[in-house]
């Protein structure tokens, strides 16, 4: 039986799930810029126009061939962090056939979406050349907060069994615990994670009405509750904390920034490629090569902020609990159910961890913690 909790076993885990994390983007980016540098965009446009001549009907065509191909380019490193290393560490008992089910449907519901704002963004394109980019950002930011509000009712019910929290005491105490913060909830319920996972999660989602607290059942089977309420507390932290709404603000400042930096250099970029038009669908791999880029350069920055609201949630939580003892026990089974590396590269933690180290945060907790006001 492998022992969850060691150190070697979660930094093992962790490597693999970084290395493949890494050839993945590596393997995408390159295909987008294999197949623009050797035409063959161009070549598979030119191939979809002998059957269909409506332009949109081509965009469609010509997305969905793309990416079936670099699905299949994928798939071997997909399926084995996904699937082979889930289990060879034991953190899934989920049968292949039920790994297939869920890749597919997954690809069956964010498909339509993904095709409707690629639609809406190649008519942008053709009709506003130059200011395509501030109504696009636009659409992803309603879209965004859209998603947000029937996510929790709509979609998540379509992978996992939702139901009211079984443990009605600790449901009244959730519910007390977000009082507190003035946080208003339609409920608190827990579902099915094991069907996919042994990790554990719990979160708060939705936005509105649809504003809800989810609790994994891997996570109330190992978790006390006084622990799990320190670890929702932690969330409530950045409810009380303005961190969602900060976070937005930026997302949205970082949209229109990296739209507007794309549109700016897809004329220069697209010229490497000699492409004759802006609207040229065979030019718009070079698109998603700018926004890669973009993303890679920014995400560091974000994950630094990121960190930061993570530390001042951690003191959140323990003012409003009253100690660190639950906190820091949750933490600790966490990591260990999680396999998390307590102790990641200091590279490595500041370019991927949206979250410091574990090692990190408990012993901020235990030694150097800057308290906030008790509420």
Known sequence: MTEI??????????????????????IGLGFLIAILSTGLTIQLEEGIRHYIQNNYAVLIVFVTLLGIGEAIILFP??????????????????????????????????????????????????????????IMGSILILFSILLARIAPVLLFPLFYKFKPLEDESLATDVSKLCKKVGLR????????????????????????????????????TKLEPGEILAVLAHELGHFKLKHIWKGMAIGILMTYAGLFLVSTAYDSARAL??????AQIAALPV?????????????????????????????????MIGNSES?????????????????????????????????????????????????
């Open 327 to 375: 906190f820091i026990s949750g933490l600790n089974k966490l990591a260990d159910q999680n396999l998390s590396d307590r102790t990641p590269h200091p590279v490595v933690e500041f370019l991927f961890y949206s979250h410091p180290s574990i090692e990190k945060r408990i012993a901020r907790l235990k030694n150097d913690r800057k308290r906030l006001p008790v509420l």
């Open 77 to 134: 490193f997909t399926f084995t962090s996904g699937y082979i290393i889930e289990h060879r560490f034991e953190l899934s008992d989920q049968s292949l056939s039920s790994w297939f089910w869920e890749r597919t449907k997954q690809i069956l519901i964010s498909y339509p979406i993904m095709l409707v704002l690629i639609v809406i963004f190649y008519a942008l394109l053709r009709r506003f050349p130059n200011n395509w980019w501030i």
């Open 287 to 319: 698109i998603g090569i700018l926004l890669t880029i973009y993303q890679f350069f920014t995400a560091p920055l974000t994950n630094a902020y990121s960190r930061s609201n993570e530390r001042a949630a951690d003191d959140f939580a323990v003012d």
């Open 5 to 26: 909790s060691s150190p070697g076993q979660s930094k093992k885990y962790q490597r693999y799930q970084l290395v493949f994390s890494i050839i993945e983007f590596i």
């Open 273 to 278: 490629f000699q492409f004759s038009h802006s």
């Open 185 to 220: 909830l339609e409920g608190v319920y827990q579902f099915n994670l094991s069907k996919t996972t042994r990790k554990a999660n719990a979160a708060f989602t939705g936005i509105g009405k649809s504003k809800r607290v989810i609790l994994g059942d891997t996570l109330l």
